[in-house]
């Protein structure tokens, strides 16, 4: 490619919004010439290479979920494996972030092409109608530029594109509405033994808070994943009736249903779960317009120019190592575009934005780092629930997800886990050795493990965390990869707000865990990098909640969208306030985080910014 080439597009990230906007202007624009840039490595038709994820999967000895994925020290990923206590106010520097803490943030991302989507477990919920008001309505964060109305008929495309199964008649709480007549494209995943259990038997159970009284009811939760296709379901957009699952890129006839495989985290062996893949491989294929994808090619820095105050030129840096791994060359170049649009991970956008002391004027360019925080509680079932099969999640328990409470402390979303104590307590492999180092085998360690884990049962409590100036990324010239690129600094804790909504969940959970009879295993570890306390009062005696959370994966802000340039990065369709031919796209728009999963707003919203994309080339 010619050095400094100018391109109709640039995109940079090849992950679930960078795919979506190239699809969608290859599709709607005729003769444009766009660039995908990607940092990490992959390609987007090979079957052959995702295959070698699978490998690297079996064989990794801590499956995490970046265990199947190359990570590279030119293209580096953080680790969940990374994160320890911040101590004595001493930068972490083990990983990839840099953490000054005072708590650590407990999330990872993916740097390949296909993106974060690659390892999601494919969680698809709208957020709810209130969550867009949050400031109005309860008097924490801000509010979003845009309301539901607006994003709903994004909602749908986004519903189309990932192949979401789901059933409108159980998602209609909250205040979520659907188009008269509207249908998921797929019904809903079959919901496993546990989550019928659970139905069955929390029959009549209800929770008091704040006075409210609210009803615990299991619901089946909208997926990303190859169920049975709706013979009813009519694309709003396109008029087109029906629709065909999209099996796995390179390999259609694979990855049509789900097969129930229990690792949709970090990777589905088929691709029945959708990842950015699928959408990237159509791109590619339009011929309407060309789509050329690089990977190995990280962003450093935007030029701007000074008088027009528009993006001038990319700088990129390239690496390619030796078949036998000896020699790495690496060598700078430089792109430009009409249009530019970073879509990388919020914390990487936020760092590239850093680096080129561009979207300043807002000052909000990093802050407002959010995540969802999880607490686990875990026990064992009274009888065999069946754990370990089937998707990693298949119902929850969402009546939590909003209401007059969050005046006072967060709301949070119930996942139901379908693979017993994996996460909280890495078994069944921990069952396995703690019956070996008892002494059994043969029989008696067969008839253990099995008794064991069929029982064993998990709930996990996601807490949305409200935006805050603690919370922020930045960059620093002490700490750089081996490309010489900034690597994230991370200032982050967990506020009071957070903390009150994970007592009320530890209660909830007590009366789940109650009627069900489950005798709690809940081990919290004051060792462990996300253990907190709370100090609080109830019937008049002073008392401290001790806990422990974790991560989501669920990377959000860093570049708030906003009416107002001086308060926020980018407006409604994500183009910078600063510069007019710069979108910045993806989570880290988000003004709030509320309960939902973000990827489906994630992509919703990037079909509102491809619209835009496409009114500056057909107008």
């Known amino acids: ?123 698809t919920l709208r957020m709810c109608p209130n969550d867009f008001k949050m400031k109005t309505l309860y008097g924490h964060g801000v509010d979003w530029p845009i309301g539901y109305d607006d994003l709903k008929p994004y909602y749908r495309r986004a519903e189309y594109e990932i192949g979401v199964s789901a059933e409108v008649n159980e998602q209609e ?81 694979l990855g049509q249903r789900c097969e129930g495989n229990s690792n949709c985290v970090p990777i589905c062996p088929v691709q029945a779960k959708y990842n950015a893949l699928k959408t990237l491989h159509d791109a590619l294929q339009n011929t309407k317009s060309k789509v050329t994808l690089i990977n190995q090619s990280p962003v450093s820095t935007i030029e701007i120019d000074p008088k027009t105050k528009k993006v001038s030129k990319l700088h990129y840096k390239t690496f390619k190592t030796s078949k036998n791994g000896v020699r790495t060359v690496i060598n700078n170049h430089t792109v430009r575009g009409k249009i530019v649009v970073l879509a990388a991970n919020a914390v990487e956008n936020a760092k590239i934005l850093l680096a080129s002391d561009a979207c300043t004027r807002s000052n909000q360019v990093g802050k407002n780092l959010m995540d969802h925080l999880v607490m686990l509680t875990w026990g064992y079932m009274p009888d065999d629930i069946g754990a370990y099969r089937g998707p990693g999640s298949t119902s929850g328990m969402p009546l939590m997800r909003d209401g007059s409470f969050r005046k006072n ?103 789940v865990f109650e009627k069900l009879k489950v005798t709690p295993a809940t081990d919290w570890q004051d060792t462990a990098p996300g253990y907190f306390e709370y100090e609080y009062e109830e019937d008049g005696k002073k008392k401290t909640f001790k806990s422990v959370v974790n991560g989501a994966g669920h990377v959000v802000g860093c570049h708030r969208m906003g009416d107002d340039p001086n308060t926020s990065v980018v407006d409604s369709n994500q183009r910078a306030h600063d510069h007019k031919n710069l979108f910045v796209a993806g989570c880290g728009s988000f003004p709030t985080l509320a309960t939902s999963n973000p990827t489906l707003t994630m992509a919703a919203l990037a079909y509102r910014t491809a619209d835009e994309i496409v009114k500056e080339f057909t107008s």
């Not at 190239?22 to 992959?42: H, P, Q, V, W, Y």
């Open 173 to 253: 709480i909250l205040g979520i509405t659907f188009d008269k007549g509207y249908v998921f494209p797929m019904h809903k995943i079959p919901q496993s033994y546990l989550d019928m259990y659970m139905t069955k038997n929390m029959k009549g159970l209800t929770f008091k808070d704040d006075g409210v009284t609210y009803p615990v009811k299991v619901i089946s939760t909208p997926q990303g994943r190859n169920g049975m296709p709706n013979p009813k379901y009519k694309n709003f957009d396109t008029r087109e009736k029906g629709f065909m699952p999209v099996g796995a890129v390179g390999n259609p006839d």
């Open 409 to 511: 402390r967060s709301a949070f979303r119930v996942e139901i886990g379908n693979w017993g104590w994996n996460w909280p307590a890495n078994t069944p492999e921990s069952t396995l050795q703690d019956a070996v180092a008892d002494g059994l085998y043969g029989k008696d360690l067969i008839d253990r493990i099995k008794k064991e884990t069929s029982r064993q049962f998990r709930i996990g409590w996601e807490m949305e965390q409200v935006p805050s100036d603690k919370n922020y990324v930045t960059i620093d010239e002490k700490y750089k990869d081996e490309l010489g690129n900034y690597r994230p600094v991370i200032h982050y804790t967990m506020n009071d707000y957070e903390k009150r909504g994970a007592l009320v969940a530890s209660k909830l959970s007590e009366k």
């Open 1 to 123: 490619m010619k050095e400094g080439k100018e391109f109709d597009v640039v995109i940079v990230g090849a992950g679930i919004t960078g795919a979506i906007i190239a699809k969608e202007l290859s599709a709607r624009c005729k003769g444009l010439d766009i660039l995908i840039l990607e940092a990490g490595t992959g390609k987007s038709s090979d079957f052959d290479d995702y295959e070698k994820y699978n490998d690297q999967y079996y064989n990794a000895l801590a499956k995490t979920p970046n265990s199947p994925y190359t990570d590279s020290p030119y293209a580096p990923s953080p680790s969940v494996l990374d994160i320890t206590q911040i101590k004595d106010n001493e930068p972490d520097t083990n990983g990839y972030f840099v953490q000054y803490g005072p708590f650590p943030f407990l999330s990872n991302y993916n740097r390949n092409v296909g993106g974060t989507t690659l390892h999601w477990l494919g969680t």
